[in-house]
């Protein structure tokens, strides 16, 4: 059974950075493509980054590229998200996910950007 806990979130000035960590478990990792996804008050899920198994390959949307990275340590069964200046918009719920729709994805750690 897929078990996906993220941790990481909190309050940040805008500009500031956070990173967010991702314990995977009940599947093999290593096999599959990771995200993050987010989901804004009042808005539906977004897709943020993905990572190829390896780690090698890596895409984001163009609402966080350059400014977020996206990281994964297969023997520790982690994922990460390195964030970067940010911004008010990026207050949301960020959850691990392996599928681009975020159907099965972790409980979420909140991310409010506000000063």
């Known amino acids: 059974q897929v078990h996906l806990v993220e941790s990481g979130g909190g309050l940040v000035q805008p500009g500031g950075s956070l990173r967010l960590s991702c314990a995977a478990s009940g599947f093999t990792f290593s096999r599959y493509w990771m995200y993050w996804v987010r989901q804004a008050p009042g808005k539906g899920l977004e897709w943020v980054a993905k990572?190829?198994?390896?780690?090698?390959?890596?895409l984001y949307s163009d609402s966080v590229n350059g400014r977020f990275t996206i990281s994964r340590d297969n023997a520790k069964k982690m994922l990460y998200l390195q964030m970067a200046r940010l911004k008010s918009e990026d207050t949301a719920v960020y959850y691990c996910?392996?599928?681009?729709?975020?159907?099965?994805r972790g409980q979420g750690t909140q991310v409010t950007v506000s000063s």
């Open positions: 990572i190829s198994t390896g780690g090698a390959g890596t």
């Open positions: 996910a392996i599928d681009e729709s975020g159907t099965q």
